[in-house]
C-alpha cells in the first residue's frame, strides 16, 4: 500500500496577484498524518484556517475560491494541482493575501519548490475512494460535462472548444499521475483579447501580463483598441498585425490551453479529500463543473463510511489457506478465513466464501440457513489476528487471544453461496502486545456487520 506524503521541509514563493495585482507571499509547510490541505491567511487577525475542500469553495468565476466566514482565497488551483500531482496528502499554506500569487500562469514554480525541498513519506496509508459506477455532472448552461468511470488507476482526458479561429477544439491527457510534472505543470492559463476588457471592468486581472497568460488575439481589432487594452492593463503597447498567440514566451506544447485545463481539473479534484482511482473523461471543463463533481464524489464519500475492498477473483490471493494454516491454530471446522487478498502495515482484506455444506448450517437453520452472527465476528477477529501474527518473526510461536469486542453490528444476514470480505485495520499502533483494530464484513457492496477489537499476541508455551 502506499503511504501518505508530506514535504521534508517548507518552501516560500512571492509574486503578484492575478486580480488583485497584490505583491503576495505563500509558504508550503509540512503537515501530520492526516491532515489534507489547509490554508491560512496570515493577514487576518487571528490567522484564520480554512480547509481546502470542495464544500468550502465559494466562488469559481475566475478560478478557485475557498472561504470561511470572512475569509477566503482564491487563485488556489494551480497550488492544489502541484500538491496532487507530486504526491503531497498533508501540507499547510500560509499566505498574507486573498489569492495565491499567479506566478507565470502555471504549476511550474510550485513544483520546483517541492522538488527542491523534497517529499517525507508517512507512517499512515494513503485512502482511496474507488470508482466502481459511472458519475456524471452536466451544466446545462455552459454545455460542459465530466464523466467518471471505474478504473484501476486515476487519468484524465479532457476535451476543451471555443468559438474561435485561433482556439477551437483542443484534446489532452494524462494516463498516469507521475508524468504531471513533466506533461502538464508547465502549461499556462489563457485569456482571449475580447475578454480582457470585461475582466478589468470587473476589478479583475489586475496583476494579469504577457508573462503569466497566454493571450489569444482571435478576432481583428484596430490598433487604437489595442493601446487602449494595453493602458488598461498598465502593459507596453504593441503592434499585432496576425491572428494567434501574442506572448513574448511560445507555447510549451501545441495543445498548452488544454492541458492547463487538465491541471485545473486536477487542483479541483484535489479539493475532493482523498486520491481517486477512477477515469475523468471531461467536455468543455472550467472550475464550475470541477466543483460540481469535485461536490458530488464528496457527498459520496460520506455516504459510504467505508468501501468494500475491491475483490479481483482473478488476482493471486498474497495468503493462501497453506500459509493462513501457518499462522492461525484453527482448524476443521473452525478455520472462517479462506485467504487474504490484501495487506498493509495497518490494515488487512480477508476472503470467506459461505457454502451450503458449512456444518453449522445443520443446526443454523435447516430450513432457512443463515450464517450465525457470532461466527461471522469470528471470521473477523481470525482475519484481524492474520495482521498482527504478520508483523511478528516467528509468528508460528505466538497466537493472538481477543481481550475485548465492543460495537457489534449486525446489518444483514448471511447465507449459503455469499462471500464475505473482511476489512480489518488498526485504530492504533501495536503496543506492549496489544492491537485494537476495526473490522467490517461486506457481502458485495454491502457492510452486513462490524465490531471493534482488543486482542493481545502471546507467546505459545
Do not use: W
Amino acid at each position: 500500500m502506499i503511504k501518505q506524503k508530506t514535504l521534508k521541509s517548507s518552501f516560500t514563493l512571492t509574486g503578484k496577484g492575478l486580480h488583485t495585482g497584490l505583491d503576495i507571499t505563500v509558504s508550503f509547510l509540512p503537515a501530520e498524518e492526516n491532515y489534507g490541505y489547509k490554508i491560512q491567511r496570515t493577514d487576518l487577525e487571528g490567522q484564520p484556517i480554512i480547509d481546502a475542500v470542495a464544500d468550502n469553495v465559494i466562488d469559481t468565476q475566475r478560478g478557485t475560491v475557498v472561504g470561511k466566514k470572512d475569509a477566503q482565497i482564491s487563485t488556489i488551483e494551480h497550488a492544489m494541482a502541484a500538491l496532487y500531482g507530486a504526491g503531497i496528502d498533508n501540507c499547510l499554506i500560509q499566505v498574507n493575501a486573498p489569492e495565491f500569487p499567479i506566478l507565470d500562469g502555471s504549476a511550474k514554480y510550485y513544483i520546483e519548490g517541492i522538488d527542491k525541498v523534497g517529499i517525507e513519506e508517512q507512517k499512515a496509508e494513503r485512502e482511496y475512494f474507488i470508482i466502481k459506477e459511472k458519475i456524471e455532472v452536466k451544466d446545462e448552461e455552459s454545455g460542459a460535462s465530466i464523466l467518471i468511470l471505474p478504473d484501476d488507476h486515476f487519468s484524465v482526458n479532457v476535451l476543451i472548444a471555443f468559438n474561435s479561429p485561433v482556439l477551437s477544439n483542443q484534446y489532452a491527457c494524462l494516463d498516469n499521475i507521475d508524468d504531471f510534472t513533466t506533461e502538464i505543470s508547465g502549461c499556462r492559463t489563457f485569456v482571449f483579447v475580447r475578454e480582457i476588457e470585461p475582466l478589468v471592468k470587473n476589478n479583475l486581472i489586475k496583476g494579469g501580463d504577457l508573462d503569466n497568460a497566454i493571450v489569444i488575439y482571435d478576432q481583428k481589432t484596430s490598433q487604437e483598441e489595442l493601446d487602449r487594452l494595453a493602458d488598461l492593463m498598465n502593459t507596453p503597447h504593441q503592434s499585432i498585425e496576425n491572428l494567434g498567440y501574442i506572448n513574448h514566451k511560445p507555447l510549451v506544447f501545441d495543445n498548452e490551453p488544454a492541458r492547463h485545463k487538465l491541471l485545473d481539473i486536477l487542483g479541483d479534484i484535489a479539493l475532493i479529500g482523498k486520491r481517486i482511482k477512477g477515469r475523468i473523461i471531461a467536455t468543455r471543463p472550467g472550475h464550475k463543473i470541477n466543483n460540481m463533481l469535485a461536490r458530488q464524489l464528496r457527498k459520496e464519500i460520506k455516504r459510504i463510511e467505508i468501501q468494500a475492498p475491491v475483490y479481483d477473483m482473478s488476482k493471486e490471493s498474497i495468503m493462501d489457506v497453506n500459509r493462513i494454516r501457518q499462522l492461525l491454530p484453527h482448524r476443521f471446522p473452525f478455520l472462517m478465513v479462506d485467504k487474504i487478498i490484501e495487506i498493509g502495515t495497518s490494515h488487512i482484506v480477508g476472503v470467506k466464501n459461505v457454502t451450503v455444506n458449512e456444518p453449522f448450517f445443520q443446526g443454523h437453520f435447516p430450513e432457512e440457513p443463515v450464517m450465525p452472527g457470532v461466527l461471522i465476528v469470528e471470521a473477523m477477529a481470525q482475519t484481524g489476528g492474520l495482521l498482527v501474527l504478520n508483523s511478528v518473526e516467528e509468528a508460528h510461536r505466538y497466537s493472538t487471544y481477543f481481550m475485548k469486542i465492543d460495537s457489534v453490528k449486525f446489518r444483514q444476514k448471511v447465507v449459503p453461496g455469499d462471500t464475505l470480505i473482511f476489512h480489518l485495520s488498526l485504530m492504533t499502533e501495536l503496543r506492549r502486545g496489544c492491537a485494537y483494530m476495526k473490522g467490517y464484513a461486506f457481502v458485495g457492496e454491502k457492510i452486513v456487520a462490524e465490531a471493534e477489537f482488543l486482542a493481545q499476541i502471546i507467546k505459545n508455551k
